[in-house]
C-alpha cells in the first residue's frame, strides 16, 4: 500500500511534536521487575497532554493540514480521547474543530472537548450514523475529516511516544502495546524496527474483544460486535486497513488480557507507582505479567496509553467501593 | 549551632544518591498554569523508591555509618514513611535495621517494612514510650538511633530533591513545601538560598497543626498536641532543633491548607495530572493554590513529598465512597 507511513514519518512527526507534546517520563518499579525478574520501563502517556497518546497522533496529522486546510479546520467523531485530542491540537494551531459526539456520551467527556474550543454536535447513536454526518459535515464546511486510527499522520505520531522510549532507554527485548483501532501499536512498530530490531512487538487487547488476534491469524480483518470490556479505549470492532498492514509486517503476536488483570493492573499503577492509569492503558503491563517469568533476565517496554477515567469509576473498580 | 548542615552537604549527599534514590521527574499542568497565570513546576517524589522523599535522607545518614555502625546497624521509630526509608536504605546498604513501631499501626505498614528486611519491635503506644524502647535498643546492641527528621545527614538528604528541581528548570521565584518536622522544609531551604537566592521559601502545615507557624513568628519552638488532619505524615507535635534554626534563618513564612484544600488538590493530582498524592503531599500545592492570582507571571516549583496512601482511604477522601 503505498500510502504507509513508515520510520521517516514518525522522525518527521517527533520533530512537530517538539515543544508541543510533552517528553513524558518512563517509569520503573523495582517491585514489578524483581517479580518479573527482569528489567520493565514504563512509557507513561497517561501524563501527555490531554491524558493520553493521542494528542500526539492528532497534532502531527493537524501540523500537516496546508493553509486552506487550516483555514477550514477540522473534524473528527469520538466519544473518548480522540475527540480532546483533536480540539486541542486545533486550538494550539489555531483552527476550528468540529467533533461529532453521541447525545448520551459523558457530560464531563463534552465538557472538557468544549474546553478545548471543539464545537460539539451531538447525535443519536441508536439512530443516526457518525460517519455519515462526519462525512456531511466536512463537505458542507470544507472541513479535513480526521479519523482516530487509520491515517498515516495519526500512525506516525503515535508511533514517536515509543521512539521516546527507546531513544531514553536503548533497544528492548520485547515492548507490550495496547491495541484497539491499531493506531499507537503500528507506529511503536515502526519505531521498534526501526531502533531495535530484536525487540519482539507484541500487541495487547481485552480477552472479550480479539478481532486484531483473530486478524492477524487468519490473515485478513476480522470485523466483530462492539466488546463488553472495561477498556473502552480498545472497544474498536476492527483494525484499520493501514494499521492492519503494519501489523501484519512488523508484529510479532498479539495478546490479550481480561478485565480482572485490568483491575489488578489498574490497582498496581496506583498503589506501587502512586499513577492513575485507565483501563485500556493497563493492557500492554497485564500481558506482560501474563508472561511472568518467561520473561527473566529481559529488557522489557511497556507503553501505558492514558489515564482518562472518573474518579468515581477508577475507585468504583479498583477499591471495591461501589 | 555547629552541627548545622550546609548546602555543601546538600551536594554531597547527591553524590552518595547517585544510583540509588530515582532523580524523580518534575510534572507540569497547563491547567493550574492558567488558572493562576503562573508556570508551576511540581517535583514528584511520590514516584521516589518507597513512594516518598524520606529515602533520601534515610539513605544518607546510613551511607555515613562506618564500619563498625554498619555492622551493627540501625534503630528508629516510626509508624510512618521514616520507618520503610530506613528498612529500604538499610537493606541495600547491607546493614541490620530495628524499626520500633506501635502494635496499632496498620497492618499494610507492618507488613511492607517487614517486606524490606526490617526487624519490627511493636510496642504499646498507650502504655510504652517509643524514644526510650528505640534508645535501650540502640544501647544494647550497639545499634545507631536515626530520628525522621532532626538529624544533619537526614535533612541534607531531603535537600537533594529541591536541588534536583532547580538543577533541571532553572531559578523560581517561589518554592512550597510541605512540613512536619521540618527534614524536608530546611533541605529544601538550603539547596534554595544556593541555587535560586530569590526565591521565597514557603513552609505548609496542616491548618489543624500550625506549630510551625507558630514557632517562626514567636522566635521559639511552640509544642502543640497531636492535631487531628488527613495529613498523617505532618501530624508532628513541634520542629526539631535543627530543622528549627534553618527555617528561622532561610524560610520566608510558614502557611497552611485546610483539609477540604488538600481533598481538592489529591482530586485535581488524580484526575488531571494523572498521580496519586497522599494528603500530607499536597500541602505545597493547596497553599500554593490558595495564592490564586497573586502567583501569577512566577515561576514556582512545588515539592509533592509522598504517595504513600492505601486504595481505599484515597478512594473514600476522594471520590465520597467512604
Not at 75 to 102: E, K, Y
Not at 246 to 267: F, N, Y
Request: one cysteine or more.
Amino acid at each position: 500500500m503505498s500510502n504507509l507511513p513508515t520510520y521517516e514519518d514518525v522522525v518527521a512527526a517527533a520533530a512537530r511534536l517538539a515543544g508541543h507534546a510533552h517528553r513524558t517520563p518512563v517509569l520503573t518499579s523495582s517491585t514489578i521487575d524483581a517479580e518479573l525478574g527482569a528489567s520493565v520501563y514504563f512509557k507513561c502517556e497517561n501524563f501527555q497532554r490531554m491524558g493520553a497518546f493521542k494528542f500526539r497522533g492528532a497534532f502531527n496529522a493537524l501540523s500537516c493540514f496546508d493553509a486552506g486546510q487550516r483555514r477550514a479546520g477540522v473534524v473528527a467523531f469520538s466519544s473518548g480521547n480522540h475527540a480532546q485530542a483533536i480540539a486541542l491540537s486545533a486550538r494550539l494551531l489555531g483552527m476550528p474543530a468540529t467533533i461529532v459526539m453521541p447525545k448520551d456520551a459523558p457530560a464531563a467527556k463534552v465538557a472538557a472537548t468544549r474546553g478545548y474550543g471543539g464545537e460539539v454536535v451531538l447525535y443519536d447513536r441508536y439512530s443516526e450514523d457518525r460517519e455519515a454526518i462526519g462525512r456531511r459535515l466536512a463537505e458542507e464546511r470544507g472541513m479535513t475529516l480526521i479519523p482516530p486510527y487509520d491515517h498515516p499522520h495519526v500512525i506516525a505520531g503515535q508511533g514517536t511516544a515509543a521512539k521516546e522510549l527507546f531513544d531514553e532507554v536503548g533497544p528492548l527485548d520485547a515492548l507490550f502495546v495496547c491495541l484497539g483501532g491499531g493506531g499507537l501499536l503500528a507506529g511503536s512498530a515502526l519505531a521498534a524496527r526501526a531502533l531495535s530490531p530484536q525487540a519482539k512487538v507484541y500487541g495487547v487487547e481485552p480477552e472479550a474483544g480479539n478481532d486484531g488476534q483473530q486478524s492477524l491469524r487468519s490473515g485478513a480483518i476480522v470485523h466483530i460486535e462492539t466488546p463488553q470490556t472495561i477498556a473502552d479505549g480498545a472497544q474498536t470492532q476492527h483494525l484499520g486497513k493501514l494499521t492492519f498492514e503494519i501489523i501484519k509486517r512488523d508484529v510479532d503476536d498479539i495478546l490479550t488480557a481480561s478485565d480482572a488483570e485490568l483491575v489488578e493492573a489498574m490497582r498496581f499503577f496506583a498503589t506501587r507507582m502512586k499513577t492513575v492509569v485507565e483501563p485500556t492503558g493497563c493492557l500492554g503491563f497485564a500481558a506482560a505479567r501474563r508472561q511472568g517469568r518467561t520473561l527473566a533476565g529481559r529488557r522489557v517496554g511497556v507503553i501505558v496509553s492514558g489515564g482518562n477515567v472518573d474518579l468515581e469509576r477508577f475507585c468504583s473498580l479498583t477499591s471495591g467501593m461501589a
